[in-house]
């Protein structure tokens, strides 16, 4: 049963993304654009073709983690106003898998058009991506990071619709600070600590070490990159599951 | 069957119980009213039953299963049509909406998709499945809620406020629908509804809440019975409304409405019209309807059943 719940949930919510397709075409130009547009001015009236690769990563981070909410978040708020959420969770399966499929949909979608939106600055201004095996292991690190990033708000959807507004936040912040615009290398030390505390941004900077400065696992271990993100992802993990059992049994308490 | 026993909600320290001390016992094929002003407690104790809010104390059992320890064999056990909510996703289609929740119930796809012709076949929606659920009419959403909720054929259905905003041909459905659920499948069908001739119509028993307590259950024929003792009379007499009188003449009969505490007044009253030379016509007895009965209990401390 668990295996049907699952397909019937990421089914159901991909077929919800995709009832309206325009809306999702017309934000994904807007982003490239804006993309574009930025490091043009940021580039003084060029686009910096040694920067453009290593804020490519991070804004398909971004991206990611943009696009993961707004079917994790966004649609569950949504949900809960509506009456859909409640009609949902009138099953016989366990309430964390539901859950699951929601995230798991997250995951699918936020990647396809994190994927598709990076591949249009790719070819419209030429930016190659070297591959290299490496790089698995942050991106891997980089996703359960922004999942459980998008998990824990999610929990906190469950007790308070306003959590748009943080969500919203929280979106801005790392689109600043996670190397979008600039490098990471290039921020002042105390911004680049504070950058490193949002999610996104130690899995972006393990991804441009391995990408582009050809470092192995191992040295990004040394120099303490790798293990912040591990940490990072396994906090967020942590908390996020934690906040997800404690707010269900809030929302079964008293209605939100 | 629903077995409800000292049901109990507070939503916070200091606050009156949302619902109070509530026992219910709801055999199988029974068409169950739940009835009730608004704040009374009536929604709390759906969410309650549907596993949507934990009880403050006391247990709620759907077929057997308590819902809080036994969620997963209760859940099973039961569809809901919930009040003031969409219930189904209007970005998909009739189809998508049955074959999702059908799934999420625990059918099968194949078995699913049998339930789901046969539901939307009934309903009258068959030639509209592949439409989006967002550009139906009010009653042809309501018909889609209905259908999520009976997709995988339970043996209870809570349906809150089913024919609301619907018209008279889509009401219609679904009361017939309702009663065909309690006569024909043996379904346990409880509804809160403010439409009290709906509930009149439909419902083998009711209760009523007020602030969170029980104030009446019982079957219907018996709640309305107990009410007889304040019996209206209905008194109509030849010609025009006679002096001291308050009547509607129509047609050269004139209708004079009585109520009586004692039905040895109504002698009096006669008495007095014959006095007035007022020639009787016929003299009867105006049983109260379920909005009369209703009315004395939300609006007096009065407990029956």
């Known amino acids: ?256 | 069957m629903i077995e409800i026993e000292a049901l109990t909600k507070v939503y916070g320290p200091g606050q009156a119980p949302a619902v109070d001390d509530v026992s219910l016992n709801i055999p199988a094929g029974t068409v169950f009213g739940f009835l009730g002003p608004n704040g009374a407690g009536k929604t709390t104790t759906i969410k309650m039953l549907a596993g949507l809010l934990t009880p403050t104390s006391g247990r709620a059992r759907l077929g057997g299963f308590d819902v809080a320890r036994e969620r997963s064999a209760a859940m099973a056990r039961f569809g809901a049509v919930l009040e003031g909510s969409r219930n189904v996703y209007w970005s998909l289609s009739a189809w998508q909406n049955l074959m999702y929740f059908g799934r999420l119930k625990g059918l099968r796809k194949r078995r699913t998709a049998e339930r789901a012709r046969i539901l939307l076949t009934d309903l009258g929606l068959w030639e509209r499945r592949d439409d989006k659920v967002g550009g139906f009419s009010r009653g042809m959403q309501q018909k889609v809620a209905i259908a999520v909720a009976l997709i995988a054929d339970p043996p209870i259905v809570l349906l809150d406020e089913p024919t609301l905003g619907l018209d008279v041909e889509a009401t219609r459905t679904v009361k017939e629908r309702i009663t065909e659920l309690a006569r024909e499948r043996n379904t346990t069908v409880l509804i809160t509804t403010h439409q009290l001739d709906v509930a009149q119509e439909l419902c083998d028993r009711v209760a009523v809440m007020r602030r969170g307590r029980l104030v009446a259950d019982l079957p219907t024929r018996e709640l309305l019975a107990g009410f007889r003792e304040r019996d209206r009379y209905e008194i109509r007499v030849e010609g025009a409304v006679p002096p001291g009188f308050d009547g509607v003449t129509r047609e050269g009969v004139t209708t004079i409405g009585v109520r009586v505490g004692d039905p040895a007044e109504v002698y009096d009253v006669v008495e007095r019209l014959r006095a007035q030379g007022a020639v009787l016509e016929s003299l009867t007895q105006v049983q109260p309807d379920l909005e009369d009965v209703f009315l004395a209990l939300v609006n007096e401390d009065s407990h029956v059943g």
């Open chain 1, 1 to 256: 049963m668990s295996a049907d719940v699952l397909r019937a949930e990421i089914g159901k919510g991909l077929r919800v993304q995709l009832a309206h397709p325009a809306g999702h075409v017309i934000t994904l130009l807007i982003s490239t654009m804006m993309y574009l547009g930025l490091q043009f001015v940021l580039g003084q009236g060029e686009l910096r073709r040694d920067l453009l690769p290593q804020t490519l990563v991070a804004i398909g981070g971004y991206w990611f983690l943009q696009y993961a909410g707004l079917v994790m978040v966004a649609d569950l708020i949504e949900e809960k106003r509506a009456g859909t959420f409640a009609q949902a969770q009138m099953t016989p399966a366990p309430p964390w898998l539901p859950m699951l499929g929601r995230l798991i949909t997250a995951a699918v979608f936020g990647l396809a058009v994190a994927a598709v939106a990076s591949l249009v600055p790719m070819l419209v201004a030429g930016i190659a991506i070297p591959p290299r095996w490496e790089a698995l292991m942050p991106a891997a690190l980089l996703g359960v990071n922004v999942l459980a990033f998008t998990f824990l708000l999610a929990s906190l959807a469950l007790v308070s619709p306003m959590i748009g507004a943080l969500q919203s936040l929280f979106t801005s912040l790392i689109l600043l600070l996670n190397g979008s615009f600039l490098p990471l290398s290039l921020y002042p030390d105390w911004l680049a600590v504070v950058a490193r505390i949002l999610p996104t941004t130690l899995g972006v900077e393990a991804l441009t070490q391995t990408l582009f400065e050809e470092r192995t696992l191992a040295e990004i271990w040394r120099g303490g990159t790798l293990p912040w993100l591990l940490l990072h992802t396994l906090a967020l993990t942590v908390v996020s599951g934690l906040l997800f059992v404690r707010n269900h049994r809030r929302a079964l308490q008293e209605p939100s």
